[in-house]
C-alpha cells in the first residue's frame, strides 16, 4: 500500500486536500494529513494579537510548522508527498520530504507575482526543488517550466461531482 502524505491549509470537505486525499484512499492507498492550520503555534486566542505575532514573526512561526511537519513525514515515511498552496513550505523541508519519495506540489494561486497572499521568497527559492509542479493555468505552467528549468503541468483544480454538483430529484410527486 502506497502512503500519501497531503499537505494543505486546512481539512474540510469539498477543499482540495480533502478531495485529492479521498481520491488516493479509494484507489487503496494510506493517507495522512498535516494541515498549517492545525502545526501553527497559537500566541494568543486574541484574533488581533494573532494576526500581529503572525505578521511580525511569520517566519519563526512557520518554522515551527515545517518541524512538525518533518517530524510528521519522519514517521510516516510517505513515497509521495502532496503540497496544496505550498506558501508556508521552507526549501528545506521540500528537500527533507525528499528523503522519503516524491513530493509534488499544487500551486492554487500564481507563485510568480509578488502578492504577498500568494507567494515569497520560500515559494520562488524552491520552485526548483519540487518533482512535479502542477498549477491551473497553462499560461503559468509555461512561465513556471521557464522560471524553473523543470516542467509544470496544467491541472485544473479537482472536484467532486458528488459535493459540488449534487444529483437534483426531478422527480415531481403526484398527489
Avoid at 121 to 146: C, K, M, P
Amino acid at each position: 500500500m502506497q502512503k500519501i502524505l497531503i499537505v494543505g491549509e486546512r481539512l474540510e470537505l469539498g477543499r482540495t486536500e480533502e478531495v485529492y486525499g479521498r481520491g488516493f484512499s479509494n484507489i487503496g492507498c494510506e493517507v495522512k494529513y498535516f494541515t498549517w492550520q492545525e502545526a501553527r503555534p497559537n500566541l494568543s486566542s486574541n484574533p488581533f494579537v494573532k494576526k500581529v505575532a503572525w505578521r511580525i514573526a511569520w517566519q519563526w512561526l512557520a518554522q515551527i510548522a515545517n518541524q512538525k511537519l518533518i517530524d510528521i513525514a519522519n514517521k510516516f515515511k510517505p513515497e509521495l508527498t502532496f503540497v496544496v498552496a505550498p506558501l508556508l513550505v521552507d526549501p528545506n523541508t521540500i528537500q527533507a520530504l525528499q528523503r522519503y519519495g516524491l513530493v509534488f506540489v499544487f500551486f492554487t494561486d500564481n507563485p510568480l507575482d509578488q502578492h504577498h497572499t500568494h507567494s515569497n521568497y520560500w515559494v520562488r527559492g524552491g520552485l526548483h526543488l519540487w518533482d512535479a509542479v502542477f498549477i491551473w493555468s497553462q499560461e503559468l505552467a509555461n512561465r513556471l517550466t521557464e522560471k524553473s528549468g523543470k516542467k509544470a503541468f496544467f491541472h485544473s483544480f479537482c472536484s467532486d461531482i458528488k459535493y459540488h454538483y449534487p444529483k437534483k430529484n426531478t422527480t415531481k410527486f403526484m398527489m
